[in-house]
């Protein structure tokens, strides 16, 4: 099966329809059709139930959409690597993706030890909104993530715990929640004057809500002195939580792991080097 094959495929199936399928993917409407049906043909399966309205998925289609996306995922990550690899032309890099504003007296910690390594390459860090770590280092836009479960999916990663935290509630000094001893998740997200912070998706739109749209958590303390929101953050926040923020304890909130995780088909040495390092500083058992 072709790349050129999934690509076809995945674009009938998204669009329930050849025609839009075929405008999408510019190309004429029947060589598409036809490579659709040679597909079926090779396979020895309907992958469509065809009807006037458009097209729906058989089972058989459902499981190759899924693996089909897999599949090219994982052949676009291996070209980003492959060109990173081109571009530095012997001079190794790996990138570092991580949430804005978060981990980041871990990560300095880590960065540095790393940095006086012997072996040491580059590292260049990228940071983006929550949630897209994963994505980043399944697509090849990076080499290595510092993650947090249980926000973030951990599935096809290798991974090492770095450290193990409870959640507290960052809320503004002086509002009258400070004064509470403790928090219920539910209790903390149902404060009518500071409702919790609304994170992009993956194709850049926000949730409903009250709560105001964030990119990054460097933007989150500012908002919540001035009052405008509340937010649920590992207990390491306290340290940046100076003048005019309080932090109250939630009694049920899960706690947050922060792991560092790759792929496990990766053979860069500086990836290698960069978990050493982290498995050295956290004394953290392989995840």
Not at 112 to 125: N, Q
Request: one cysteine or more; proline letters at 9%; a neutral charge.
């Amino acid at each position: 099966m072709e790349t050129r094959e999934l690509r076809y495929f995945i674009a009938v199936a998204e669009e329930s329809h050849v025609g839009r399928a075929a405008q999408r993917l510019g190309m004429a409407q029947p060589p598409l059709s036809r490579a659709i049906s040679q597909l079926e043909r090779r396979i020895g399966a309907h992958l469509f139930v065809r009807s006037p309205r458009g097209m729906t998925l058989t089972t058989a289609g459902e499981t190759l959409l899924r693996e089909g996306r897999a599949a090219l995922a994982a052949v676009e990550a291996a070209e980003r690597r492959t060109r990173r690899a081109i571009v530095a032309a012997g001079r190794a890099t790996v990138v570092l993706t991580a949430k804005a504003g978060a981990s980041s007296e871990l990560m300095a910690k880590l960065l540095d030890a790393y940095a006086a390594e012997p072996d040491a390459v580059d590292v260049e860090v990228v940071l983006s909104p929550p949630g897209h770590q994963g994505p980043m280092l399944r697509d090849g836009r990076a080499d290595v993530a510092i993650l947090h479960q249980p926000f973030d999916d951990l599935s096809g990663f290798d991974a090492d715990t770095l450290c193990v935290e409870d959640q507290v509630l960052i809320v503004p000094a002086g509002h009258p929640v400070s004064r509470a001893a403790s928090l219920t998740v539910a209790e903390s997200r149902s404060i009518p004057d500071l409702p919790p912070p609304r994170w992009p998706r993956l194709d850049g739109t926000y949730p409903d809500g009250p709560g105001p749209e964030l990119r990054d958590l460097t933007q989150v303390l500012q908002l919540v002195r001035l009052g405008r929101a509340a937010i649920l953050m590992p207990e390491s926040a306290r340290v940046n939580a100076g003048e005019g923020l309080a932090v109250v304890p939630v009694s049920d909130a899960p706690p947050v792991t922060t792991v560092i995780a790759w792929p496990p088909q990766s053979v860069s040495a500086g990836v290698a080097g960069l978990v050493r390092t982290a498995s050295r500083l956290y004394a953290s058992p392989r995840g």
